[in-house]
């Protein structure tokens, strides 16, 4: 595998993330629950790592509410998503990935938030969440290497957790924000040796199915992911 850039699509640029970010920032409506930069990119990483792959227009709902009003802005809207979303899995096979996080004020300045990285990831979870749910019931490793996101995601409130947790100090709290990159690799690496199987298959089939003549799932699962 070669490690130079020259052979996979590179990561935005400062400029591009700004500007993508100034988009999604003017178009979200905090009531709605509407996903910003860092809430986007951890969509996307969830999807890169996932189990099947999932196409732009059952992604690209969770991030655009409304029709573009200019031609050119929505395509160069599309492109940086599509930038984005392609970049991530091209950095997970050179060890490049870092996830794009949010900043919050603290007593002790601008300090590093993993709350909208998470609710993106549960939602990228959400979108295979048949698949998702049974290897989370039935594989116990794969429980084990989603460790530190879930565990920043209960802190955050994204993670109903069955048990009461601690508040994580600010040294676990860093710690688990180091580790995810490691954490989508292990994923990323887990649905390549261990794919998702014909019956798994048919079972999100037939629950896409369900759900679309029924009406969308709730949002809160089993004590699992809920936003």
């Given at each position: 595998m070669s490690d130079t850039k020259t052979n996979w699509p590179s990561s935005l640029d400062d400029g591009e993330l700004d500007e993508l970010d100034a988009y999604l920032r003017a178009h979200a409506q905090e009531n709605e629950g509407h996903l910003l930069l860092d809430g986007v990119h951890g969509l996307l990483s969830a999807l890169a790592v996932g189990p099947t792959q999932v196409l732009p227009e059952e992604w690209l709902p969770e991030?655009?509410?409304?029709?573009?009003?200019?031609?050119?802005?929505?395509?160069?809207?599309?492109?940086?998503?599509?930038k984005l979303n392609d970049?991530?899995?091209a950095e997970l096979d050179v060890d490049a990935y870092e996830p794009i996080l949010g900043?919050?004020?603290?007593?002790?300045g601008p300090a590093l938030s993993a709350a909208g990285w998470c609710e993106g990831f549960s939602r990228g979870i959400d979108l295979r969440a048949s698949l998702w749910e049974k290897r989370l019931a039935d594989d116990?490793?794969?429980m084990e290497m989603l460790g530190p996101v879930m565990a920043l995601a209960v802190d955050e409130g994204i993670l109903s957790a069955e048990a009461e947790f601690e508040?994580?100090?600010?040294?676990e709290y860093d710690d688990c924000l180091a580790q995810l990159p490691a954490v989508l690799a292990a994923v990323n690496h887990y649905w390549f040796e261990h794919p998702a199987t014909e019956a798994?298959?048919?079972a999100l089939h037939q629950a896409?199915?369900?759900r679309t003549e029924q009406q969308p799932p709730p949002?809160?699962?089993s004590g699992h992911w809920v936003h």
């Open positions: 991030v655009l509410h409304e029709p573009f009003v200019d031609e050119t802005e929505g395509n160069r809207v599309l492109a940086l998503l599509a970049s991530i899995s900043e919050v004020d603290s007593e002790a116990p490793p794969l508040k994580l100090t600010d040294d798994e298959i048919d896409t199915e369900a949002r809160q699962r």
